[in-house]
Protein backbone atom coordinates (compact mmCIF):
# COMPACT_ATOMS: atom_id res chain seq x y z
CA UNK A 1 0.00 0.00 0.00
CA UNK A 2 1.31 3.50 -0.98
CA UNK A 3 0.15 6.52 0.72
CA UNK A 4 1.74 9.91 -1.54
CA UNK A 5 4.77 7.82 -2.41
CA UNK A 6 5.60 6.92 1.00
CA UNK A 7 5.22 3.17 2.05
CA UNK A 8 2.95 2.61 5.76
CA UNK A 9 5.45 0.72 7.33
CA UNK A 10 8.17 3.82 6.40
CA UNK A 11 5.33 6.56 7.61
CA UNK A 12 5.10 4.19 11.04
CA UNK A 13 9.10 4.11 11.43
CA UNK A 14 8.85 8.54 10.79
CA UNK A 15 5.56 8.48 13.44
CA UNK A 16 7.76 6.76 15.72
CA UNK A 17 10.94 8.85 15.75
CA UNK A 18 8.50 11.50 15.53
CA UNK A 19 6.88 10.85 19.20
CA UNK A 20 10.32 9.15 20.53
CA UNK A 21 12.46 12.44 19.65
CA UNK A 22 9.52 14.91 21.07
CA UNK A 23 9.49 12.60 24.51
CA UNK A 24 13.47 13.09 24.41
CA UNK A 25 13.62 17.14 23.78
CA UNK A 26 10.23 17.49 26.13
CA UNK A 27 12.02 15.58 28.83
CA UNK A 28 8.39 14.86 30.65
CA UNK A 29 5.31 14.99 28.44
CA UNK A 30 1.97 13.33 28.46
CA UNK A 31 0.11 11.55 25.86
CA UNK A 32 -2.44 14.59 25.36
CA UNK A 33 0.69 16.82 24.64
CA UNK A 34 2.04 14.65 21.85
CA UNK A 35 -1.43 14.24 20.52
CA UNK A 36 -1.54 17.98 20.81
CA UNK A 37 1.49 19.35 19.34
CA UNK A 38 2.21 16.62 17.05
CA UNK A 39 -1.38 16.94 15.44
CA UNK A 40 -1.54 13.04 15.52
CA UNK A 41 -4.50 10.89 15.93
CA UNK A 42 -4.82 9.52 20.00
CA UNK A 43 -5.20 6.00 18.18
CA UNK A 44 -1.95 6.39 16.50
CA UNK A 45 -0.12 8.17 19.32
CA UNK A 46 -1.11 5.13 21.66
CA UNK A 47 -0.03 2.76 19.49
CA UNK A 48 3.38 4.01 19.23
CA UNK A 49 3.87 4.71 23.13
CA UNK A 50 2.81 0.97 23.58
CA UNK A 51 5.90 -0.04 20.61
CA UNK A 52 8.47 1.99 22.52
CA UNK A 53 7.49 1.42 26.10
CA UNK A 54 7.64 -2.52 24.53
CA UNK A 55 10.91 -1.52 23.30
CA UNK A 56 12.32 -0.67 26.82
CA UNK A 57 12.77 3.45 25.17
CA UNK A 58 10.16 5.01 27.49
CA UNK A 59 8.77 4.68 30.84
CA UNK A 60 5.27 5.83 32.00
CA UNK A 61 5.41 6.45 35.89
CA UNK A 62 3.79 9.10 38.10
CA UNK A 63 1.43 11.62 37.09
CA UNK A 64 1.27 15.49 36.82
CA UNK A 65 -0.55 17.71 39.05
CA UNK A 66 -4.62 17.78 37.65
CA UNK A 67 -5.66 20.63 36.21
CA UNK A 68 -9.27 19.34 36.43
CA UNK A 69 -9.63 16.33 35.37
CA UNK A 70 -8.32 12.73 35.32
CA UNK A 71 -4.73 13.27 36.24
CA UNK A 72 -1.84 12.77 32.98
CA UNK A 73 0.56 10.53 33.15
CA UNK A 74 4.31 11.04 32.87
CA UNK A 75 5.90 9.94 29.94
CA UNK A 76 9.82 10.15 29.87
CA UNK A 77 13.18 8.49 27.88
CA UNK A 78 14.44 5.57 29.44
CA UNK A 79 17.57 8.08 29.91
CA UNK A 80 19.92 4.43 29.85
CA UNK A 81 18.85 2.75 27.11
CA UNK A 82 22.01 2.79 25.76
CA UNK A 83 25.30 3.83 27.36
CA UNK A 84 28.35 5.51 25.65
CA UNK A 85 32.02 5.30 26.77
CA UNK A 86 34.13 7.82 26.38
CA UNK A 87 37.69 7.21 26.77
CA UNK A 88 40.20 10.70 27.09
CA UNK A 89 44.03 9.08 27.11
CA UNK A 90 46.67 11.25 28.52
CA UNK A 91 50.57 10.52 28.58
CA UNK A 92 50.59 9.34 32.00
CA UNK A 93 46.82 7.69 32.89
CA UNK A 94 43.08 8.06 31.01
CA UNK A 95 39.90 9.20 32.13
CA UNK A 96 36.94 6.79 31.41
CA UNK A 97 33.25 7.69 31.59
CA UNK A 98 29.71 6.90 31.14
CA UNK A 99 27.36 8.74 28.96
CA UNK A 100 23.55 8.26 29.14
CA UNK A 101 20.99 9.09 25.90
CA UNK A 102 21.24 12.94 27.66
CA UNK A 103 24.74 13.11 27.35
CA UNK A 104 24.92 13.37 31.41
CA UNK A 105 27.76 11.49 32.95
CA UNK A 106 26.61 8.93 34.84
CA UNK A 107 30.06 7.28 36.05
CA UNK A 108 33.53 8.83 36.02
CA UNK A 109 36.88 6.84 36.61
CA UNK A 110 40.71 7.82 35.98
CA UNK A 111 43.41 5.49 35.72
CA UNK A 112 47.12 4.86 36.19
CA UNK A 113 48.25 3.98 33.28
CA UNK A 114 51.72 5.43 31.26
CA UNK A 115 51.07 5.18 27.53
CA UNK A 116 53.15 2.93 25.14
CA UNK A 117 52.62 2.00 21.94
CA UNK A 118 52.46 -1.53 22.41
CA UNK A 119 50.22 -4.79 22.85
CA UNK A 120 50.84 -5.38 26.46
CA UNK A 121 49.04 -1.44 26.97
CA UNK A 122 46.42 -1.73 24.59
CA UNK A 123 45.32 -4.61 26.35
CA UNK A 124 45.52 -3.69 29.71
CA UNK A 125 43.31 -0.60 28.79
CA UNK A 126 40.76 -3.04 26.85
CA UNK A 127 40.91 -5.23 30.39
CA UNK A 128 39.49 -1.72 32.52
CA UNK A 129 37.34 -0.69 30.21
CA UNK A 130 36.02 -3.67 30.25
CA UNK A 131 35.95 -4.15 34.48
CA UNK A 132 34.50 -0.72 34.12
CA UNK A 133 31.39 -1.50 32.08
CA UNK A 134 31.13 -4.94 34.70
CA UNK A 135 31.41 -2.48 37.81
CA UNK A 136 28.79 -0.24 36.38
CA UNK A 137 26.38 -3.32 35.27
CA UNK A 138 26.06 -2.18 31.55
CA UNK A 139 24.59 -5.09 29.80
CA UNK A 140 26.90 -5.64 27.04
CA UNK A 141 24.09 -4.28 25.02
CA UNK A 142 23.41 -1.61 26.16
CA UNK A 143 26.82 -0.46 24.77
CA UNK A 144 26.42 1.89 21.92
CA UNK A 145 30.04 2.15 21.39
CA UNK A 146 33.62 3.24 22.81
CA UNK A 147 35.29 6.52 21.68
CA UNK A 148 38.10 7.59 21.89
CA UNK A 149 40.22 11.01 22.39
CA UNK A 150 43.40 11.37 22.58
CA UNK A 151 46.23 14.01 21.89
CA UNK A 152 47.25 14.13 18.37
CA UNK A 153 46.15 15.09 14.93
CA UNK A 154 43.78 11.98 13.43
CA UNK A 155 43.65 11.06 10.04
CA UNK A 156 40.73 12.16 7.71
CA UNK A 157 39.55 8.65 8.24
CA UNK A 158 39.60 8.81 11.28
CA UNK A 159 41.91 5.27 11.54
CA UNK A 160 45.15 7.05 12.90
CA UNK A 161 46.92 9.32 14.76
CA UNK A 162 49.28 11.27 12.22
CA UNK A 163 50.73 13.84 14.91
CA UNK A 164 51.37 12.94 18.17
CA UNK A 165 54.88 14.23 19.65
CA UNK A 166 52.97 14.95 23.45
CA UNK A 167 52.39 11.08 23.98
CA UNK A 168 54.87 9.49 20.95
CA UNK A 169 51.54 8.22 19.96
CA UNK A 170 51.77 8.64 15.63
CA UNK A 171 51.68 4.95 15.34
CA UNK A 172 48.37 4.78 17.19
CA UNK A 173 45.33 3.00 15.27
CA UNK A 174 42.18 2.66 15.41
CA UNK A 175 42.23 -1.15 15.13
CA UNK A 176 44.62 -1.37 18.43
CA UNK A 177 41.05 -0.59 20.12
CA UNK A 178 38.44 -2.00 17.98
CA UNK A 179 40.34 -5.21 17.46
CA UNK A 180 40.57 -5.60 21.66
CA UNK A 181 37.09 -4.15 22.59
CA UNK A 182 33.78 -5.94 21.31
CA UNK A 183 31.92 -2.94 20.43
CA UNK A 184 32.00 -0.22 18.11
CA UNK A 185 34.91 2.28 18.60
CA UNK A 186 35.89 5.72 17.29
CA UNK A 187 39.23 7.97 17.12
CA UNK A 188 38.95 11.78 17.48
CA UNK A 189 41.33 14.50 18.56
CA UNK A 190 40.83 15.31 22.22
CA UNK A 191 40.09 19.03 21.34
CA UNK A 192 37.48 18.54 19.07
CA UNK A 193 36.19 16.12 21.52
CA UNK A 194 35.95 18.97 23.57
CA UNK A 195 34.78 21.12 21.57
CA UNK A 196 31.62 18.69 20.60
CA UNK A 197 30.87 18.97 24.48
CA UNK A 198 30.72 22.63 24.33
CA UNK A 199 28.64 22.69 21.59
CA UNK A 200 26.51 20.17 22.84
CA UNK A 201 26.37 22.19 26.36
CA UNK A 202 25.91 25.61 24.46
CA UNK A 203 23.17 24.82 21.20
CA UNK A 204 22.71 28.28 20.93
CA UNK A 205 26.12 28.85 19.42
CA UNK A 206 26.67 28.74 15.55
CA UNK A 207 30.37 29.82 15.84
CA UNK A 208 32.89 29.69 19.41
CA UNK A 209 36.57 29.78 20.33
CA UNK A 210 37.07 26.90 22.55
CA UNK A 211 40.61 26.59 24.80
CA UNK A 212 41.22 23.95 26.21
CA UNK A 213 43.37 24.17 29.04
CA UNK A 214 44.65 20.54 29.90
CA UNK A 215 48.05 19.63 31.12
CA UNK A 216 48.85 20.28 27.32
CA UNK A 217 47.30 23.21 25.68
CA UNK A 218 44.54 23.00 23.24
CA UNK A 219 42.09 24.47 20.91
CA UNK A 220 39.40 24.46 18.84
CA UNK A 221 37.10 26.21 16.55
CA UNK A 222 33.54 26.33 16.28
CA UNK A 223 31.76 27.55 13.08
CA UNK A 224 28.74 26.92 11.48
CA UNK A 225 27.31 24.91 14.62
CA UNK A 226 29.95 22.31 13.75
CA UNK A 227 33.49 21.59 14.85
CA UNK A 228 35.91 23.20 12.03
CA UNK A 229 38.31 20.45 11.37
CA UNK A 230 39.99 22.30 7.88
CA UNK A 231 42.03 20.52 5.11
CA UNK A 232 44.68 17.86 6.92
CA UNK A 233 42.35 18.55 10.33
CA UNK A 234 44.40 20.57 12.06
CA UNK A 235 41.99 23.53 12.86
CA UNK A 236 42.61 25.47 16.16
CA UNK A 237 45.73 24.39 17.09
CA UNK A 238 45.73 27.24 19.17
CA UNK A 239 48.53 26.13 21.03
CA UNK A 240 51.50 26.49 18.60
CA UNK A 241 50.36 30.10 18.19
CA UNK A 242 53.59 31.74 18.67
CA UNK A 243 53.40 34.85 21.00
CA UNK A 244 57.37 35.41 21.77
CA UNK A 245 60.07 34.28 19.45
CA UNK A 246 62.78 34.44 22.54
CA UNK A 247 60.10 32.50 25.26
CA UNK A 248 60.74 28.94 26.64
CA UNK A 249 60.76 25.67 24.16
CA UNK A 250 58.03 24.00 23.22
CA UNK A 251 57.58 20.36 22.63
CA UNK A 252 57.11 20.91 18.97
CA UNK A 253 61.21 22.42 18.51
CA UNK A 254 59.79 26.03 18.06
CA UNK A 255 59.97 28.74 21.11
CA UNK A 256 57.34 30.86 22.84
CA UNK A 257 54.18 28.84 21.73
CA UNK A 258 51.58 29.57 23.66
CA UNK A 259 51.53 25.94 25.12
CA UNK A 260 54.76 27.24 27.52
CA UNK A 261 52.34 29.80 28.90
CA UNK A 262 48.71 28.78 28.78
CA UNK A 263 48.75 24.78 29.35
CA UNK A 264 48.49 23.49 33.02
CA UNK A 265 51.57 21.93 32.49
CA UNK A 266 53.27 25.75 32.33
CA UNK A 267 51.24 26.58 35.01
CA UNK A 268 52.84 23.77 37.10
CA UNK A 269 56.49 24.46 36.16
CA UNK A 270 55.80 28.39 36.92
CA UNK A 271 54.07 27.57 40.48
CA UNK A 272 56.74 24.43 41.32
CA UNK A 273 53.72 22.77 42.89
CA UNK A 274 50.79 20.34 41.26
CA UNK A 275 48.18 22.20 39.96
CA UNK A 276 45.63 21.53 43.01
CA UNK A 277 48.16 22.31 45.59
CA UNK A 278 49.00 25.48 43.79
CA UNK A 279 44.91 26.51 43.73
CA UNK A 280 44.57 25.18 47.45
CA UNK A 281 47.32 28.01 48.24
CA UNK A 282 46.03 30.62 46.18
CA UNK A 283 42.86 30.85 47.51
CA UNK A 284 43.54 30.62 51.22
CA UNK A 285 46.63 32.36 51.41
CA UNK A 286 46.29 35.20 48.89
CA UNK A 287 50.08 34.71 48.53
CA UNK A 288 51.14 37.78 46.69
CA UNK A 289 54.12 35.48 44.60
CA UNK A 290 51.34 32.77 44.02
CA UNK A 291 48.68 35.84 42.82
CA UNK A 292 51.51 36.61 40.34
CA UNK A 293 51.76 33.55 39.04
CA UNK A 294 47.94 33.18 38.11
CA UNK A 295 48.07 36.85 36.94
CA UNK A 296 50.58 36.51 34.92
CA UNK A 297 48.82 33.14 33.54
CA UNK A 298 45.78 35.21 32.84
CA UNK A 299 47.88 38.13 31.19
CA UNK A 300 49.07 35.63 28.44
CA UNK A 301 45.80 33.96 28.27
CA UNK A 302 43.59 37.57 27.72
CA UNK A 303 46.57 38.32 24.81
CA UNK A 304 45.53 35.05 23.07
CA UNK A 305 42.27 35.70 22.99
CA UNK A 306 42.31 39.12 22.14
CA UNK A 307 43.93 38.33 19.14
CA UNK A 308 42.12 35.19 18.20
CA UNK A 309 39.10 37.11 18.80
CA UNK A 310 40.07 39.18 15.39
CA UNK A 311 40.37 36.33 13.45
CA UNK A 312 37.33 34.75 14.75
CA UNK A 313 34.68 37.18 15.97
CA UNK A 314 32.65 34.62 18.04
CA UNK A 315 32.25 33.71 21.96
CA UNK A 316 35.43 31.89 24.09
CA UNK A 317 34.91 28.75 26.15
CA UNK A 318 37.36 28.52 29.13
CA UNK A 319 37.39 24.47 29.25
CA UNK A 320 38.97 21.89 30.26
CA UNK A 321 41.24 20.60 33.31
CA UNK A 322 42.18 24.31 34.76
CA UNK A 323 38.01 25.11 33.64
CA UNK A 324 36.97 24.48 37.61
CA UNK A 325 39.51 26.62 39.28
CA UNK A 326 38.34 30.28 37.01
CA UNK A 327 36.39 32.09 40.19
CA UNK A 328 34.59 35.07 39.36
CA UNK A 329 37.04 37.33 40.62
CA UNK A 330 39.48 35.26 37.44
CA UNK A 331 36.79 35.87 35.23
CA UNK A 332 36.39 39.38 35.49
CA UNK A 333 40.26 40.01 35.72
CA UNK A 334 40.83 38.03 32.22
CA UNK A 335 37.92 39.81 30.78
CA UNK A 336 39.33 43.43 31.78
CA UNK A 337 42.92 42.30 30.22
CA UNK A 338 41.03 40.97 27.27
CA UNK A 339 39.74 44.89 26.59
CA UNK A 340 42.44 46.51 28.22
CA UNK A 341 44.06 47.26 24.88
CA UNK A 342 41.60 45.92 21.93
CA UNK A 343 39.92 47.92 19.09
CA UNK A 344 36.76 46.06 20.13
CA UNK A 345 35.19 45.47 23.25
CA UNK A 346 33.96 41.93 24.63
CA UNK A 347 31.06 41.80 26.92
CA UNK A 348 31.21 39.03 29.83
CA UNK A 349 28.62 37.06 28.18
CA UNK A 350 30.82 36.06 25.42
CA UNK A 351 33.50 34.79 27.72
CA UNK A 352 32.05 30.97 28.91
CA UNK A 353 33.65 28.43 31.57
CA UNK A 354 32.94 24.80 30.62
CA UNK A 355 31.87 22.74 33.74
CA UNK A 356 33.48 19.18 33.60
CA UNK A 357 37.15 19.77 34.12
CA UNK A 358 39.71 16.72 33.06
CA UNK A 359 36.80 14.57 32.15
CA UNK A 360 35.79 17.26 29.34
CA UNK A 361 37.39 15.21 25.96
CA UNK A 362 36.21 11.98 27.01
CA UNK A 363 32.28 13.27 27.80
CA UNK A 364 33.00 14.97 24.24
CA UNK A 365 34.11 11.96 22.81
CA UNK A 366 31.15 9.75 24.27
CA UNK A 367 28.71 11.74 22.30
CA UNK A 368 29.62 10.65 19.16
CA UNK A 369 27.71 7.37 19.59
CA UNK A 370 24.49 9.57 21.62
CA UNK A 371 24.16 11.64 18.60
CA UNK A 372 24.30 8.66 16.17
CA UNK A 373 21.90 6.63 17.90
CA UNK A 374 19.42 9.85 18.72
CA UNK A 375 20.19 10.69 14.75
CA UNK A 376 16.84 9.43 13.02
CA UNK A 377 16.98 6.79 11.03
CA UNK A 378 14.32 7.47 8.58
CA UNK A 379 13.26 11.52 7.46
Known amino acids: MKEKGM ?30 DLQMGLSTVSQNLNELENDGLISRNGYFESTGGRKAQIIKI ?46 ALAANVELFIQKNHYAPEKIEGISIATQGIISPDGTAVTYGDIMGNANMQL ?25 WNHPQ ?40 PNGPKCYCGNHGCLETYCSANALKAASGMPVKEFFNLLHQTHALNLTQIWRDYLDHLAFAIRNLNLVIDSPVI ?13 M ?5 KINESSLFQMDESQLLVGNHGQYTPAIGAALYYIKEFLTPAVS
Open 205 to 244: LDSALVFLLNPNLGGAIITGHEVHQGNHMRSGLIEHICID
Open 7 to 36: TTITLKKINREKVYQYIYQQKETSKLQIVQ
Open 332 to 336: QYLLS
Open 78 to 123: VEDFRISIGLGILKDMFHIVAVNLYGDAVATETIELPYENSDAYYT
Open 175 to 199: SDFSSRLPYPCHLEHDSKAAADLEL
Open 318 to 330: ISGYLAPYFQEAD
